[in-house]
């Protein structure tokens, strides 16, 4: 039996890869020099490696190295996109368009701005989680300046068309943004094959350090407008100020290089995981669902509901394996998931829901223990539930 904790909250961080502690050991003590620092020969050191890791993030991603900007996460960037278009663009555009699905870093910063009078359009996507870009042609017009969807879903890991969408955006004059955090290192990603205009990335979503992201903005003619949210010092180009965190920027673009060398073998490790995950748990227990589409999906995902039983009492119960019912950025409010209830779940099916992040050192013996975990578990609380 095992003993320790188990891990499978993949989408909320990931465990740093110790290769990549090792590539920034470093750059803590022995290059430890300002990349903004041109005069001497420490400087020089930490720019050439802040260049390289850029290099390495950008060819993951598939952007041109000099569209990519370091950011502080995920969020400094979906906030820089959106705000810092809105910002820039002519005053006739004042909407945006994004999912009621989207992660906080996107929602918030889209209420932020409806309170500075702009209008945001939020579209409903499908019962399986995918939105129909039809439904987003409907709303898109010539005032919208930003369409943001993501490419993956933090919760059920669904894939968006975000191609197609990107399309959609286009014939109206309006830009496409993707918080592409949840994709990147998982599935095949390009900015330049899927033509979207902003990208927003963080590390330690694929086995690098907490603390370091990205924003690619790509090379448009006209040049993309976007106003910094953070001045002083006119670093990255003027677009984001502030000393780099050299460290953690090589950190990242050593997770970016593993990822591109290791995806296609790691996708199908995690995805034969996940199913046997889920093909043992539902032929043990009756009155499971599965949450967002089967087709488009991350392939190390897993999320579903159980009838029948309390949420928190499940995630109580289940003290030994780390999992989640929602995103770890809303896990602090009591209430269900904003994502499953849009998929039209009923508020006590959507506190019943886990969400399963496989990741790179998951085992078959930890699937099958947290399987047998799970249904001794959920049959104990069906037979004392009252219902």
């Not at 003993?3 to 990549?20: E, F, G, L, N, S």
């Not at 952007?63 to 959106?82: H, M, V």
């Not at 929602?107 to 945001?120: H, K, S, Y």
């Not at 603390?211 to 407008?225: D, E, N, S």
Request: with cysteine.
């Amino acid at each position: 039996m095992l003993k320790r904790q188990i891990y499978m909250d993949h989408h909320a961080t990931t465990p740093t890869d110790p290769r990549v502690v090792e590539a920034m050991a470093p750059f803590f003590t022995e290059h430890f020099g300002n990349a903004a620092s041109r005069q001497h020969a420490f400087g020089w050191a930490a720019r050439d490696a802040v260049e390289t890791a850029r290099t390495q993030v950008a060819t993951l991603v598939g952007c041109d190295p000099r569209e990519l900007y370091f950011t502080s996460g995920a969020t400094e960037s979906n906030n820089l996109a959106i705000k810092g278009c809105l910002a820039a663009v002519d005053g006739a555009r004042r909407r945006i368009v994004t999912l009621e699905t989207e992660h906080r870093a996107v929602l918030d910063p889209c209420l932020r701005l409806e309170d500075a009078g702009v209008r945001v359009d939020y579209v409903t996507p499908g019962p399986d989680g995918r939105v129909d870009p039809l439904e987003v042609d409907r709303v898109v017009t010539d005032g919208t300046a930003l369409v943001s969807v993501m490419t993956a879903n933090n919760e059920i890991g669904v894939l968006q068309p975000v191609g197609e969408l990107a399309s959609v955006a286009h014939r109206q004059g309006a830009l496409l943004h993707t918080d592409a955090t949840q994709a990147v290192g998982k599935v095949p990603f390009s900015a330049r094959d899927v033509d979207v205009d902003l990208v927003s990335l963080s590390a330690h979503k694929i086995y690098g350090p907490k603390g370091v992201g990205a924003l690619c903005v790509r090379r448009r003619r006209p040049k993309i407008p976007l106003v910094p949210l953070i001045d002083g010092g006119g670093h990255e180009r003027g677009l984001r100020s502030g000393t780099l965190n050299v460290p953690a920027i090589v950190g990242f673009g050593h997770a970016a290089e593993l990822c591109g060398r290791e995806m296609v073998d790691e996708a199908s490790r995690t995805s034969a995981l996940r199913d046997r995950l889920w093909q043992r748990l539902s032929d043990r227990l009756n009155g499971l669902r599965l949450n967002g589409s089967v087709e488009h999906r991350l392939p190390n995902n897993l999320n579903m509901s159980v009838s029948g039983v309390e949420g928190e009492t499940l995630l109580v119960g289940l003290d030994d394996v780390a999992v989640s019912s929602g995103a770890a950025c809303t896990s602090v409010n009591a209430g269900p998931s904003h994502v499953l209830l849009a998929l039209g779940l009923s508020a006590q099916l959507a506190r019943a829901s886990l969400r399963f992040g496989l990741g790179r050192w998951n085992t078959e013996a930890e699937v099958d223990y947290v399987v047998d975990k799970v249904c001794r578990l959920v049959t104990r609380l069906r037979d004392v539930s009252p219902g």
